[in-house]
């Protein structure tokens, strides 16, 4: 699915489509070049979640931690990472619960560690505007395709 992303406003709403349809124990890796909107897109999920704090990157802290009712939100950011291996140091296999949902942007840095993603969205810049991708990787994946459609 691809669907054109006009101003920073649409990137938030359409992410929060997400909230309905991302079940706990979701892994959701954001792709995109820095300042792409994956970021922005969390906060769009966690928005229409209920959060009402702060949400920033993660990208001294490697993730941030927020409480929804009923499970955690787990935002990572891997682009400080300079070895795979720091996430077995940092617990990762911790974070990937069932009752959690994973939001990791720049996975490829956790490659060989990570396992597969349920859905991919993958954020280009064109211009001042966004083209926004999502590729359904698992079953789950699917299922959440078909719910956000």
Known sequence: MKTHLPDESATLEFA???????????????????????????????????????????TFTL??????EGHAVYHFDLYRLTDPEELEWMGMRDYLRPDALCFIEWPERGEGILPNADVEIILDIEGSTRNLTILPISSIGQKVMEAIQ
């Open 63 to 68: 993730v941030e931690e927020y409480s929804l």
């Open 16 to 58: 929060g489509r997400f909230f309905r349809a991302l079940p706990p124990g979701c892994l959701v890796f954001l792709r995109g070049n820095l300042g792409a909107g994956k970021t922005t897109f969390v906060r769009g999920y966690l928005r229409a979640a209920g959060y009402p704090g702060k949400v920033k990157s993660p």
